[in-house]
């Protein structure tokens, strides 16, 4: 399936039309799209259990929502990437628990904090094969492995400890240590700001990883020491029991978004919201939900369904992946809409009695030959025997594939005879009727007497809302798939 484009609705019911991307906050109203450049970690972005999830997504998510814009988030791991998405204008917002340096606060405009966190040094306390013995299963794709990340020697168990250092209790017994960061970490800086205070020199090594591997590679015993935001670290310490988060290496810093220098009257407006979040219960939440909840964090960081850890979306992936190729879709697509229907839960019963992963109707389950329905391999099954069903009936129609994709959803969720009346709308009031925006604005009017009572509309009264949403939801959520689960890794 080829790129889709994510048709969206505000709140009154007006079809959004996306336009052409600018430097300021007029230009994002006026695409009615706000395109945000963000690594995949875990706190700022990730996919667990089909959901996407994270800190700065769910704050930007919320802003986004409540300006009626749509949110199209774009994974990008390379810090240098990120703000050359900014710079190019390929990204209006980078969202990276960003902690302005001097360099980067003369090619980009920061926000307000949205909190601070000191930075601690995070060193190990105990054996490092205990930690690795506990490391989670599934393939890491984090990141790329790089000189912190080590791949370990073919038939080689866990990792066994390679450094081993005196635990330091002050910033001052730092001098002479060799300290493990990130590439472009913020924290270089406050080490060479330690260093003046101490007279000492410490030996800073960058590697081409993320925070949360380096720490990985301290409680591994690969590294001696990393310094890091202590909000994250003691994150990680619920995991790797052997690692001590401590000293305290600097003062407070601020985390915040970027944006672009031209973009003055976005970051005023990013500013008035966070201001006024701040002082409501939102902000608040999110940090507990994200940075304090440490059972909620051990669950995601144990489970195999933490997907950008581990590939996997569901317990169903491989029912996916075989009945995906019946249809042509993607089997990440056909995962989207298993889990808007379901949220991949196999006894889910919706109020008007459709049951299962594909949330079939009895009626519909006998007619597609399913036998027992809360069976989840014959309820795949006969769900994407219905979307054959309707992509034959819509082929005809609707000649692009990518348009005709939308009203094949949309035609599982409300049936297809009211989308048809929704076509049947749009041509008689002179709109493409093989255009899913234009369609999807009548369906919108078939919530209204004087429309549902039109003589050309044979199926009367729908809640168009719901499937103009529907297929919104499948298409979007699709694309934060598509950026976690590779097609090699599927098949």
């Known amino acids: 399936v080829a790129e889709h484009g994510v048709a969206t609705v505000r709140a009154d019911g007006a079809v959004r039309r996306r336009g052409r991307h600018g430097a300021d906050w007029d230009a994002v109203r006026a695409r009615d799209t706000l395109v945000v450049a963000a690594p995949y970690n875990s706190t700022t972005y990730f996919v667990y259990r089909g959901l996407p999830l994270g800190y700065e997504y769910e704050l930007l998510k919320k802003f986004a929502a409540e300006r009626s814009l749509a949110l199209k988030w774009v994974v990008v791991q390379d810090r240098d990437s990120l703000f050359a998405m900014l710079r190019d204008g390929r990204a209006d917002v980078v969202a990276a628990r960003l902690i302005p340096t001097p360099e980067e606060e003369r090619r980009a405009a920061f926000t307000h904090a949205l909190y601070r966190a000191e930075p601690v040094l995070v060193q190990r306390t105990g054996p490092a094969g205990v930690a690795a013995a506990a490391l989670p299963a599934g393939t890491d794709t984090m990141l790329k492995a790089g000189p912190a990340e080590p791949a370990p020697a073919p038939g080689a168990g866990t990792t066994t400890a390679t450094i081993r250092a005196r635990m330091v209790q002050r910033p001052s017994e730092l001098a002479g240590r060799r300290v493990t960061l990130p590439e472009d970490s913020p924290h270089a800086r406050t080490l060479l700001e330690l260093e003046d205070a101490i007279s000492g ?12 591997a380096v ?22 310490a619920t995991t790797f029991r052997n690692l001590a988060i401590r000293p305290v290496v600097g003062v407070p810093q601020k985390v915040a978004w970027a944006v672009r220098r031209d973009a003055p009257a976005l970051l005023d407006t990013l500013n008035a919201w966070i201001d006024s979040e701040q002082a409501g219960p939102t902000f608040a939440q999110l940090y507990r939900k994200y940075f304090v909840d440490q059972r909620a964090y051990q669950q995601r960081a144990a489970s195999r369904y933490l997907t950008s850890e581990t590939g996997a979306l569901s317990p169903y992936d491989s029912l996916l992946r075989r009945h995906a190729g019946a249809l042509s879709w993607d089997w990440r697509l056909l995962g989207s809409q298993m889990y808007q229907e379901s949220r991949f839960k196999p006894t889910a019963t919706s109020w008007v009695g459709a049951r299962g992963l594909m949330q079939l109707m009895p009626a519909t389950a006998r007619q597609f030959g399913v036998r027992a329905i809360a069976d989840p391999a014959q309820n795949v099954a ?101 950026q976690f689960v590779t097609r090699a890794v599927a098949e």
């Open 201 to 212: 020199d410490i030996a800073v090594v960058e590697v081409d990883a993320s925070s949360e």
């Open 215 to 236: 720490i990985r590679e301290v409680a591994k015993g690969n590294v001696a020491y990393t310094v890091a935001e202590g909000n994250l670290a003691r994150l990680h």
């Open 382 to 482: 006969g769900g994407v025997r219905y979307l054959q069903w309707l992509q034959q009936q819509w082929r005809p129609r609707i000649a692009d594939s990518t348009e005709r994709l939308k009203f094949v959803l949309a035609s599982y969720n409300a049936g297809l005879g009211h989308v048809v009346d929704a076509q049947r709308l749009a041509d008689k009031h002179g709109d493409d009727p093989e255009k899913w925006d234009d369609v999807a604005y009548w369906l919108l009017q078939l919530s209204k007497a004087e429309y549902h009572a039109d003589p050309v509309v044979r199926y009367g009264y729908c809640r168009g809302l719901e499937p103009v949403q529907y297929v919104a939801a499948i298409l979007e959520r699709f694309e934060h798939y598509r």
